[in-house]
């Protein structure tokens, strides 16, 4: 099946650093959105993109849907100890037989930020 | 408002068992999903409700997983003979769209744990 391949697979920073992380895939996506997973907690939704090249900030984020439909990006400015988590692309492939919204996500990036 | 919530927040269970899940979306939401994210990865889509209707079940691994949804709106993942591979963290996850339900958001996720 479709997979994503999320990178890298973890970073340690020191705090006030610019963090960058990026998904790529073999097929298109229709949507790719940016999720911020903490321990014990379910992911909560950061960014989401509709459109190829489409860039979209959110406070200190910024993500973008690569004009292929193949890749985004996910950047991080001036980290802060609170950005500590997992962060994890998801893409909604387009339309085939059954599958017709489900999210596939990447395996995360683990951020942990030295103060 | 209230966000999604899910019960039981932790589930231990004997091999062969069985389990039910609950998820209480965010109230008026047409879209359910629910996710299993084994421990490291990030989630995997098992099965979609707009409504009461179960549009896509294609992510379930066997036919010992069963979902429903019967007055669109909480919903409950029932797992039959628990098998020491069923350990996961179980997320459901709503949106007030139906497909292709671009924003989901995630409750905090059931982890269950087979022995």
Redesign the interface.
């Known amino acids: 099946g479709q997979q994503?391949n999320?990178s890298p697979q973890s970073m340690f920073i020191q705090e006030g650093e610019d963090v960058s992380m990026n998904c790529t895939s073999s097929s298109i996506f229709?949507?790719w959105?940016w999720?911020k997973q903490e321990p014990?907690?379910?992911?909560?939704?950061l960014i989401?993109l509709?459109k190829a090249g489409e860039l979209t900030s959110n406070g200190r984020l910024t993500a973008q849907f690569g004009i292929t439909r193949k890749d985004s990006f996910l950047n991080i400015s001036a980290s802060i100890p609170s950005d500590v988590g997992i962060y994890?692309c998801?893409g909604?492939p387009p339309?085939n037989g059954?599958?017709?919204?489900?999210?596939?996500?990447?395996?995360?990036t683990k951020l942990s930020v030295k103060p | 408002g209230a966000g999604v919530s899910q019960s039981p927040r932790y589930k231990v269970a004997k091999r062969g068992q069985d389990v039910a899940l609950r998820c209480d979306p965010i109230s008026g939401h047409v879209s359910l999903f629910w996710y299993q994210q084994a421990l490291g990865q990030g989630p995997e889509f098992l099965t979609y409700f707009q409504n009461e209707a179960q549009l896509d079940k294609s992510g379930l691994p066997s036919d010992r997983f069963f979902a429903e949804r019967p007055e669109g709106s909480v919903s409950t993942l029932k797992i039959q003979r628990t098998q020491q591979e069923d350990s996961a963290v179980y997320l459901c996850a709503s949106s007030p769209w139906g497909l292709p339900a671009y924003e989901q958001y995630f409750g905090p996720g059931t982890r269950l744990t087979v022995t």
Do not use: D, W
């Open positions: 994503l999320q229709n949507t959105l999720y014990g907690e379910g992911p909560v939704l989401a509709y994890f998801a909604r339309p059954g599958s017709q919204g489900n999210l596939i996500f990447g395996k995360g």
